[in-house]
């Protein structure tokens, strides 16, 4: 069993940044792939973005693109969401999971631990 925590969220004004961190305990986290998903009010959760057991070949929504970066820290059972030109549609409640396939994907049902969430807002 792998127990997921984020924080990092916060309120912040369109063009600004946040760092989500969530922090893992339980199972070898470096064996997990990672993935952060969000779910806005009324709309499906969706993939975002995520990183497999070894740090490389990373993967994105298309909507977060080149605004967005996926990293983990091994050592530090730890895996963040670095946001930058944050827009009013990236507010949501952000997730964490993890996937003991390893490796990096956008499927939902490959993720079999999550975190509780943590809320991003961002004003215009």
Request: hydrophobic share 30%.
């Amino acid at each position: 069993q792998v127990q997921l925590k984020e924080s990092g969220g916060g309120l912040v004004q369109a063009g600004g940044s946040l760092r989500l961190s969530c922090a893992a305990s339980g199972r070898i986290f470096s064996n997990y792939g990672m993935g952060w998903f969000r779910q806005a009010p009324g709309k499906e959760r969706e993939f975002v973005a995520a990183i497999p057991w070894s740090g490389g070949s990373t993967y994105y929504s298309d909507f977060v693109k080149g605004r967005f970066t996926i990293s983990r820290d091994n050592a530090e059972n730890t895996v963040y969401l670095q946001m930058n030109s944050l827009k009013p549609e990236d507010t949501a409640v952000y997730y964490c999971a993890a996937s003991p396939y390893g490796g990096s994907t956008r499927l939902r049902s490959q993720y079999l631990h999550w975190g509780q969430g943590t809320q991003v807002t961002v004003s215009s």
